[in-house]
């Protein structure tokens, strides 16, 4: 159970898993997530589910190696390898219905998670304009299968190497200006949801987000994901982890992500010294 089946890089530091977890490929749906841990002595880490199948009984992780946990997953989990825990499908699943038109919006890593909401939506019926975006193009990924499930794919990268120059919240803003727009989607780093949602805030169109905050069992009993949402304590494990963009409250939820940051620092530093890397 939970053995990878297949591994590749999709850019530097960005892994995808085809992982086998039968179970939750037969329940999955879009914007669901699972826990992972790598061993026994590992950290319990959130991932959103980037695709499965059911009929192989294998779920796809995408993985960016930014802390201890991540880069050994990414560095020493190879095809064959079986990941101790992998619990889910987690999560209430987006809310996919016919709206009209709608903008999915992937930043980063976040492109992965985007892709089967994107799917569902155009599955539904719904018109879908896709922008993903990252900090280069060699950090880009999966636009063939975003392009698949897009009537519009719309690429940014912040240094202008390949599509459009500038970050996706001034794509999100000129498509808006440009035409009618029933509804919003958007994942990726915190910061850019803020940004994406006071976009959608100025256009008076409806954004969802899906809150990546701190989170430790995944069942709403450790309260460690609590988010404000519309001035209430929310846990995104459960009550998540997409919420309406507008009733977050972003101040909150980017100083909660800093709370143990120094602790993540001094474990990428242990990690690193045990393998002899340099930093």
Known sequence: ???????????????????AAPLIARKARAGQFVVVRAHERGERIPLTLADWDSASGTITLVVQEVGKSTRELGEEFAVGDAIRDVAGPLGTPSEIMAYGTVVCVGGGVGIAPIYPIA?????????????????????????DRLGQVSDQLIVTTDDGSFGKKGVTPAALQEVLQARRVDHVWAIGPAIMMKFCTQVCREFGVPITVSLNSIMIDGTGMCGGCRVEVKGESRFACVDGPEFPGDQVNWDLLLARLGTFKDEERCALERYLAAKGVAR
Do not use: C, Q, S
């Not at 053995?3 to 992982?19: Q, S, W, Y």
């Not at 539904?124 to 304009?129: F, L, R, S, T, Y």
């Open 1 to 19: 159970m939970n053995k990878v089946m297949d591994k590749r890089a999709l850019g530097p530091g960005i892994v995808e898993f085809t992982v």
């Open 119 to 143: 799917r569902a939506l155009h599955d539904a019926g719904n018109e879908v304009i896709a922008i993903a975006g990252a900090r280069t193009k060699e950090l880009l990924f999966w636009l």
